[in-house]
């Protein structure tokens, strides 16, 4: 199963809104209603930020969205704040019942 | 508090063999599906084991099928990783996750601290 294709890095000023790709395959993302997005800073634990494409968990910022079109996901971060700063990773269920992450984006808050 | 603790972690030869333990807290782990996802250095996520709340339901990712073993202990409120024919590539810091709650392989809404294990002569 092959990592989803996010951008290396992406960058924004605070108060902006930035996103994320995730491109997979109808295997994944496509198929399943099943993306999940993950925060992540360095020498930390990742952290769940959004489950089934668009729903929030407790404890996540409502300035974190989801969506999704065809084989490619989105997160979506508005007002951005220097906090925002880190890692995030898209995931998906994939076909053959695996999870498949991808590769990851570093965000920096100019 | 909701917790898992990774340990069993360290340097082992190419070849060589590795239990890693996770410690559930804050929770009944019977009700959970668990999974273990690892991170090489300066890399991605990558998922390696999923194991439903029962224990009877068990999946691998390629890189690891035959290889590594999942189990878990309702008792001990513990899972493992046994990890044979160990590789370079498999250096990693290696991540006890959670699904959410009537999910399974995901949402992973609890990870622990991670363990590190590093494979070299």
């Known amino acids: 199963q092959s990592a989803l294709t996010q951008p290396a890095s992406v960058s924004g000023s605070p108060g902006q809104s930035i996103t994320i790709s995730c491109s997979g395959t109808s295997s994944d993302v496509g198929g399943y209603d099943y993306v999940s997005w993950y925060q992540q800073y360095p020498g930390k634990a990742p952290k769940l930020m959004i489950y089934?494409?668009?729903k929030r968990p407790s404890g996540a910022s409502n300035r974190f969205s989801g969506s999704k079109s065809g084989n490619t996901a989105s997160l979506t971060i508005s007002g951005l704040q220097a906090e925002d700063e880190a890692s995030y990773y898209c995931?998906?269920?994939?076909?053959?019942?695996?999870?498949?992450f991808g590769g990851g984006t570093q965000l920096t808050v100019l | 508090e909701v917790q898992l603790v990774e340990s069993g972690g360290g340097l082992v030869q190419p070849g060589g063999s590795l239990r890693l333990s996770c410690a559930a807290s804050?929770?009944?782990?019977?009700?959970?599906?668990m999974n273990w996802v690892r991170q090489a250095p300066g890399k991605g996520l990558e998922w390696i084991s999923y194991?439903?709340?029962?224990?009877?339901?068990?999946f691998y990712a390629d890189s690891v099928k035959g290889r590594f073993t999942i189990s878990r202990d309702t008792a001990k409120s513990s899972l493992y990783l046994q990890m044979n024919s160990l590789r370079a590539e498999d250096t990693a810091v290696y991540y006890c996750?959670?699904?959410?709650?009537?999910?399974?392989?995901?949402?992973?809404?609890?990870w622990g601290k991670g363990t590190t294990v590093t494979v070299s002569s």
């Open positions: 804050g929770f009944t782990l019977s009700s959970y599906s």
């Open positions: 089934d494409v668009t």
């Open positions: 995931c998906s269920y994939a076909s053959g019942s695996t999870l498949v």
């Open positions: 194991i439903g709340a029962t224990g009877s339901t068990i």
């Open positions: 996750t959670r699904d959410k709650i009537g999910y399974w392989l995901g949402p992973l809404d609890v």
